[in-house]
């Protein structure tokens, strides 16, 4: 079976500092990777997927992610936070041949002034 | 376009009380999804939908039930409320069901059981 384990509940850092959201996975199959954020009292939203081919995925506003096959491993990290990325960071997996998709427990990362 | 809708965005219930979790999406998407939020355990799959007209249980099913009203909507009925069914309700959708597929979702639902 499938879990995801996110190390970190809860990371607090200053602003414009760099910063790593750590996840790993467990799996006997090829996977999907992806990260969501949640934004206070919002909904989840996609922030970056690996599906295949580079290992290093990255999204719009700086985050970027990296597949670590032998390690099992999606770390998430940004070089400077703003305060603004303040929230609630989702880690999820699904295999390549099923339909679920399993949701970590969560890391929310609070960015200090 | 308005995404993945949910009414209401509060609900206080006493135990034994019945209600119904509303959601729409304008996407035209063919899956729909209800998951519940609790700390520290992430968000957790009650029911799924994957096309109009079937749905499936999730991981944590008990309690609950729903009906794929068309292919925009997707509701969940709680028949006789429990405090442990307090959480924060979340409805998405995707294009399609299966693995790789990005899910939208929905602002939540806060429900309360007395």
């Known amino acids: 079976a499938q879990s995801v384990t996110q190390l970190d509940s809860q990371v607090p850092v200053f602003e414009e500092a760099p910063v790593e959201l750590r996840c790993n996975y467990s799996?006997?199959?090829?996977?999907?990777l992806f990260w969501y954020v949640q934004y206070p009292n919002q909904g989840l939203q996609l922030l970056l997927k690996?599906?295949?081919?580079?290992?290093l995925v990255e999204s719009i506003n700086g985050f970027e992610a990296e597949f670590n096959k032998s390690q099992t491993s999606f770390h998430l990290r940004k070089p400077s936070v703003h305060i603004s990325d303040t929230a609630e960071y989702f880690c999820?997996?699904?295999?390549?041949?099923?339909?679920?998709?399993?949701f970590g427990a969560g890391t929310r990362l609070f960015v200090k002034a | 376009n308005a995404g993945v809708t949910q009414t209401p965005k509060f609900q206080v219930l006493k135990t034994g009380q019945s209600m119904t979790l509303q959601c729409a999406q304008d996407?035209?998407?063919?899956?729909m999804y209800w998951y519940r939020q609790d700390p520290g355990m992430g968000l957790r799959l009650i029911y799924y939908?994957?096309?109009?007209?079937?749905?499936d249980k999730g991981e944590v099913p008990n309690g609950y039930n729903v009906s794929r009203l068309n292919k925009r909507e997707f509701s969940l009925r709680l028949e006789s409320a429990a405090p442990s069914q307090t959480s924060v309700y979340f409805c998405?959708?995707?294009?399609?069901?299966?693995?790789?597929?990005?899910?939208?979702f929905g602002p939540g639902t806060r429900l309360t059981v007395l």
């Open positions: 998405a959708s995707s294009e399609a069901h299966g693995a790789g597929r990005e899910q939208f």
């Open positions: 799996s006997s199959v090829s996977v999907y």
């Open positions: 690996y599906l295949s081919g580079s290992t």
């Open positions: 999820a997996v699904s295999d390549t041949g099923g339909f679920k998709t399993i």
């Open positions: 996407m035209n998407h063919n899956s």
């Open positions: 939908s994957a096309s109009e007209g079937t749905t």
